[in-house]
Every structure is written in C-alpha cells, then in structure tokens.
C-alpha cells in the first residue's frame, strides 16, 4: 500500500521547505496531500512563490496519514496555538505516525504539547522558546523528524524517505539528485 503524506500549506511558508519533501517523496511514490490552512487554495509563501494547495485542511484533517509534514517560515507566527492544528498533530501522535517539522515548525510541536521529553532541532530563532534543540541538520527522535531550515530541506526530505519509504528508495533518489552525501540517519540515541 502507498504511503500517504499531508503537507501544511501556510501563508508565509518558506517554499523550499515546503517543495523539496514534495518533489522527493513524490519520487519515492509517496501520496501528496498539499492542504492550505486557509479558505483559499492558492497559497503564498515567503518569497512571493504561490502553490495551488489540492484540499482545505478542514476538510480532509480527520483521513489517517502516514506522515504530517508542517514547513517554517514566518507564516509559523499566526499559526501559534491553532486548536486545529494541535489537535491533528495530538492525533497524529497518538497513532504513534510521522510528524516532520522543519525551522520555526517544531514551536507548533510545542503549542500542542509534543515535544517535552523529546529530541529536536530547529532553527536558531526559536533558541527562547525551544532552548533544548540541537545543533545537528535533523533530528530523529521515534516518529518525530526535525530539521533546523531551509538548508536542510534536502537532508530532512531524503532523512524522511528514508524513514517511510527504506534505505535503498532514499539513496535511489539521492543519486538521481546528485546528492552528495551519505543518506542522513541522524537519530536522537
């Protein structure tokens, strides 16, 4: 059976953050659910980059996924706190299933009481609320992949094939991408 991921769109996103997990988990033949946090379909991101999201969130929020997937950016501010999004990463978690945060996304693991006990990174601006992120591109810590930006979005994407999907898709898809290192298997031990 194919594995399915939600990406959260937002506005503000930062794009590559957003765009690399699609382009490599759709290499991987992972089933891309784009879901706008917003009324509106189009959404913009911090560069002026517009994605056409293919559903709402509110309307597909309750489907099981195999992965939820939440870029950072500046949009992450507004997004502090939403009972929604909490409330689908509390769920996600308590299926024991993926939640991949990237930059300022792990705050929102924060918001909905997710991250206590855990290991993370994130990037450098959240150092006041999230004083116990690592210094490392990405972190595994069970189902939770953190990374800390935009920089790392290729390390994060292939770490999360690698995850979903196996070793040998992850490192497939490195080669055809020229990526050149080894697959990150960064783990919180």
């Not at 033949?29 to 509110?58: C, K, M, P």
């Not at 195999?66 to 706190?81: A, C, E, K, T, Y």
């Not at 996304?105 to 994130?122: F, M, Q, S, V, W």
């Amino acid at each position: 059976m194919a594995k399915k991921a939600l990406i959260i769109l937002h506005e503000g996103f930062e794009e590559i953050e957003a765009i690399t997990p699609i382009d490599l988990l759709s290499r991987a033949n992972v089933e891309i659910v784009q879901a706008s946090i917003s009324e509106s379909l189009q959404v913009t991101g911090r560069s002026g980059i517009t994605l056409h999201a293919t559903d709402r969130l509110s309307a597909i929020a309750e489907h099981a996924y195999d992965v939820i997937i939440i870029p950072g950016g500046p949009g992450i501010v507004p997004l502090r706190h939403n009972p929604e999004l909490c409330e689908l990463l509390q769920k996600q978690a308590q299926r024991g299933k993926w939640i991949a945060c990237i930059c300022a996304a792990p705050l929102l693991l924060k918001d909905a009481g997710l991250i206590e006990g855990k290991r993370y990174t994130a990037h450098t601006s959240t150092a006041e609320e999230l004083p116990e992120a690592l210094a490392h591109s990405v972190v595994l810590d069970g189902p939770l992949l953190t990374s800390r930006g935009a920089g790392t979005a290729s390390e994060f994407s292939l770490a999360l094939v690698s995850q979903l999907c196996g070793n040998v898709t992850a490192q497939t898809i490195a080669e055809a991408i020229c990526w050149p290192h080894s697959i990150p298997t960064v783990n919180a031990q």
